[in-house]
């Protein structure tokens, strides 16, 4: 975050992806961006954006694409804020399997709905834990195929996931994934190693991951370390800490929260109520 005497600076940033917040008085020098497409929308105020020579006055909601290698800059006055995605070029390339993508300069959006999951977002970027790097990735590619879906007419949001164990499968290669998720779930495991082991794409199998499961990989990988944690909970009588390094967390607090929000009490109060 950075705040200056008229202006409020928010910016998080994944290697596909750049997120930005900037409310106050503020204006920028026309650039370019080689790799990189951009979309702006103004979540209150208007701000004045000038691509390639034409100019736009872009009210709440009304947001503009710029693409790769278009000169662009923006003015907001005091009154007035914007939110700024950032979106590697290859990475649209992955999603869409296209070389080249054209979407219409200006969309709508509603601004109340898109400043609640900026804020979702980037509070998820901001507080994931660095180590575990298949929730960095699957929080990334939660938004990239969100602002993909929003940019072809798709504002949906999707809904809550229910957990489904499926005792077959009909697809060998998310077997395999499975078996390999059940033997690996206490380590690190990367979305891109399991879309190899899928033969998929990153972005087309957490979508039929999801699918196929109800719930995300990284929410996968969670839902057993927790079924882990309780039966050791239960028992053992290894520590609260111990547990928590055994099943892959990088921190006991880590542990903790995840405990909370999946069982509804903390580790030593579910431990307690088991004895």
Not at 162 to 176: E, F
Not at 199 to 206: E, T, V
Request: proline share 4%; with cysteine.
């Amino acid at each position: 975050m950075k705040i200056g005497e008229n202006y409020m600076i928010i910016k998080v940033s994944t290697p596909h992806l750049e997120l930005w917040q900037i409310e106050g008085e503020f204006s920028n020098h026309p650039h370019i961006h080689e790799n990189e497409l951009q979309i702006t929308i103004p979540i209150f105020g208007h701000c004045q954006f000038t691509l390639v020579n034409r100019h736009y006055r872009l009210v709440g909601g009304g947001g503009l694409v710029q693409h790769p290698k278009e000169q662009h800059f923006f003015e907001i006055g005091s009154q007035s804020g914007v939110l700024i995605f950032k979106v590697s070029q290859n990475s649209l390339k992955e999603l869409t399997g296209q070389e080249k993508f054209e979407f219409a300069v200006l969309q709508k959006f509603d601004p109340k709905f898109m400043r609640e999951k900026f804020r979702n977002w980037t509070n998820a970027l901001l507080t994931c834990d660095t180590a575990d790097r298949l929730a960095q990735e699957e929080l990334e590619s939660q938004v990239l195929l969100y602002l993909l879906g929003a940019l072809a007419g798709n504002h949906k949001n999707d809904p809550n996931p229910t957990v489904r164990i499926p005792t077959h499968y009909s697809d060998p290669q998310m077997g395999k994934v499975l078996e390999y998720i059940h033997e690996n779930y206490r380590n690190d495991i990367r979305v891109d190693t399991l879309a190899f082991m899928a033969l998929q794409s990153r972005y087309h199998f957490i979508r039929s991951f999801k699918a196929m499961m109800g719930v995300t990989p990284y929410q996968y990988v969670l839902l057993l370390r927790m079924e882990e944690a309780k039966r050791l909970l239960k028992r053992s009588i290894h520590s609260v800490t111990e547990i928590s390094f055994s099943l892959g967390f990088s921190s006991v607090s880590q542990f903790q929260r995840t405990f909370v929000k999946t069982v509804g009490m903390t580790p030593t109060q579910f431990r307690n109520s088991s004895n």
